[in-house]
């Protein structure tokens, strides 16, 4: 096996690398090659340590041609990688829209995304936050905090009427202990006479 080809198994995602074709190749191209692959690295042909290795090949070049033969599926292979094609196999090609894998729709996409507060789709589905939904992203009908809006303020102004109450609080009690002081000094004079 040579190094060239050694390497083009090295990255299986890279579809191109692996059937050894160039990615402005044609049908023809890619069948062709498909084919000297798949004969060189059919499991059948390989018995012994070898065969796993063959056999995993196999299936790179047969995933690589099936997805390359396919015009709809090269041409998102192409803009979006294994992801994307990926992605269209994972749903029904008859369900899921044509219109996602066009190139206007990602801006698209990204745009209604910012201007959506970034939660795109509110409850009901908008993309306006138009009052029919919740809205909680954006704050429209989150519920009002009790204390009001400058609670920073309203706590400083609560704080200094604290320490107010206790500046007051600890006179009083200065001058209870001290007419306490001076009621017991006067029984313990009037004791000791």
Known sequence: MDSREEQSFDDPSNLYKVLGVQRNADDDTIKKAYRKLALKHHPDRHHGSDSTYHAEKFQYINTAHKILSDKGKRRIYDAYGMKGVQFWEGHNADTLPNFIFKKW?????????????????????????????????????????????????????????????????????????????????????????
């Open 105 to 193: 729709f990602k801006p698209v996409f990204y745009v209604a995304f910012l201007l959506s507060c970034c939660c795109f789709f509110c409850c009901c589905g908008c993309l306006c936050c138009c009052g029919f939904c919740c809205n909680f992203c954006c704050g429209k009908y989150a519920p009002k905090d009790p204390l009001g809006e400058d609670n920073d303020y309203d706590f400083e102004r609560n704080n200094e009427e604290v320490n107010t109450q206790r500046e007051t609080v600890s006179e009083t009690v200065s001058v209870n202990e001290a007419e306490t002081i001076d009621k017991r000094q006067k029984k313990d004079d009037e004791s000791s006479k």
